[in-house]
C-alpha cells in the first residue's frame, strides 16, 4: 500500500515517477520513525553525528527520501519555464511573497518534503487497516462488495460515484475511527489558558489523541467493534465536536483531506471488486504507534480473485 500511495503523490502532485528503489521509502520510514523514538525515549542520547550503525543507517535512510526529492525537484528545475505544468509543485515553485521574493531552494524542498511524505504515508497506513478489518469482518465485506458491484458494475470508480457508495463511505469512517493513521496530536499554549477546569501555564504541551477519543464509549457504542453500520444514520452530524477528528481541527485540519479520501475510495473500489483480503493465518497483527499508527509486524495477506 505504501508504494502504491507514493506512486499515487508522485504522479499526482508533482507529475513524476520514481525509480524502482523508491520501494524501499516505506522501509526506510519505518526505520527512521522508530529510530527518533528510540532517541525521544532513551534517557542516554549519543549524539547523531556519531558513526553508530544506527546513526548511519539514519544518515542513509535520510539521505534515500531526500535524494528523491531533491530529484523531483531538479527534474522540473530543469524543464524550465515551457513547461507548464498543473500540479501542487508548479504551486510551489510559482508562489511568491508579498515582497516578490520566491522560496528558497531549502524552503521547496522542505514543502516538497512534507507533501512527498504527508502525502503518502497517512493513506497507506488507512488502506493497510482497511484490508485488515474488512479481512476480520466478512459480512462488512460482503456487503462493501455488494454495494460495489450494484452501482460500479465492475467499471472504476470516479468522483461523482461516492455519493452513490454510502456504504464504502460508511468503511472508511469506521477504519479511520478505529486505526487513525494520525493517532495523536500536539499543541503549545502560548499564554495561560484553561480548559475543563484545569489551568495550563504558557509553553506547555497538551497531548491529545484520536485513539482515545475515537473509542470513548461516551461517544460510539460498543466502541472497539469494527461497525460501518454506525455511520449510516447520520452520527458523523450528531457527534460533538473533538469526538472524531482523523483529520485534526482548526486552522491547521489536514489540507489533503479530500484527495486522501477519494484516493482511499478508488482504491478500495478498484480492489476490492476484483479480490477478497485474507489474513494470513497466525500472523500477529499489532498495532505500533509510531509518528503515525503503523502494525508491528505488517499485515501478511493473500489476494484471492472474486469471479
Ligand atoms: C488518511 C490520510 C490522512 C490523514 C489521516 C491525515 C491526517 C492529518 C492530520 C491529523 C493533520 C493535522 C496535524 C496537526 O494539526 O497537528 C494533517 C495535516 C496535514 N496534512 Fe494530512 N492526513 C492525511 C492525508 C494527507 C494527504 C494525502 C496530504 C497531501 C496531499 C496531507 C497533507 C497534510 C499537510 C500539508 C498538513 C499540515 C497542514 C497545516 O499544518 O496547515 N495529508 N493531516
Given at each position: 500500500m505504501t508504494a502504491l500511495t507514493l506512486d499515487i503523490a508522485v504522479r499526482t502532485l508533482f507529475s513524476s515517477t520514481l525509480p524502482g528503489?523508491?520501494?524501499q521509502v516505506g522501509q526506510a520510514m519505518t526505520f527512521l520513525m522508530r529510530y527518533s523514538l528510540r532517541r525521544q525515549r532513551s534517557p542516554f542520547r549519543i549524539p547523531?553525528?556519531?558513526?553508530t550503525p544506527q546513526n548511519r543507517r539514519a544518515n542513509r535512510e535520510l539521505e534515500l527520501i531526500d535524494s528523491l526529492v531533491y530529484r523531483i525537484i531538479s527534474e522540473r528545475r530543469a524543464e524550465g519555464n515551457s513547461n507548464h505544468r498543473n500540479d501542487l509543485l508548479a504551486l510551489l515553485m510559482a508562489v511568491m511573497d508579498e515582497d516578490g521574493t520566491h522560496m528558497t531552494p531549502q524552503q521547496l524542498h522542505d514543502e516538497a518534503m512534507t507533501l512527498f511524505i504527508a502525502g503518502h504515508e497517512t493513506t497507506a497506513q488507512m488502506l493497510a487497516w482497511t484490508w485488515f478489518a474488512l479481512s476480520q469482518n466478512p459480512a462488512a465485506d460482503a456487503r462493501l462488495h455488494q454495494e460495489l458491484s450494484d452501482v460500479l458494475g465492475g467499471r472504476p470508480l470516479d468522483a461523482t460515484d461516492l455519493p452513490k457508495l454510502p456504504y464504502l463511505q460508511a468503511v472508511m469512517s469506521e477504519v479511520l475511527r478505529l486505526?487513525?493513521?494520525?493517532?495523536i496530536m500536539a499543541r503549545e499554549t502560548v499564554e495561560t489558558c484553561e480548559l475543563g477546569g484545569y489551568v495550563f501555564a504558557p509553553d506547555t504541551t497538551i497531548i491529545f489523541s484520536q485513539w482515545v477519543m475515537h473509542r470513548d464509549p461516551r461517544y460510539y457504542d460498543d466502541p472497539d467493534a469494527f461497525r460501518?453500520?454506525?455511520?449510516?444514520?447520520?452520527l458523523a452530524n450528531r457527534l460533538?465536536?473533538?469526538?472524531?477528528f482523523p483529520f485534526g481541527?482548526?486552522?491547521?485540519?489536514?489540507?489533503?483531506e479530500g484527495f486522501a479520501l477519494l484516493e482511499a475510495a478508488t482504491v478500495i473500489a478498484t480492489l476490492a471488486q476484483r479480490f477478497r483480503f485474507n489474513l494470513v493465518p497466525g500472523h500477529p497483527v499489532i498495532a505500533e504507534p509510531l509518528v503515525t499508527l503503523r502494525q508491528r509486524h505488517g499485515i501478511r495477506m493473500t489476494l484471492h480473485a472474486r469471479n
Open positions: 528503489e523508491a520501494r547523531e553525528r556519531w558513526p486505526y487513525p493513521p494520525a493517532y460501518p453500520e454506525r455511520w449510516l444514520d447520520g460533538p465536536p473533538g469526538a472524531y481541527a482548526g486552522p491547521r485540519r489536514c489540507i489533503g
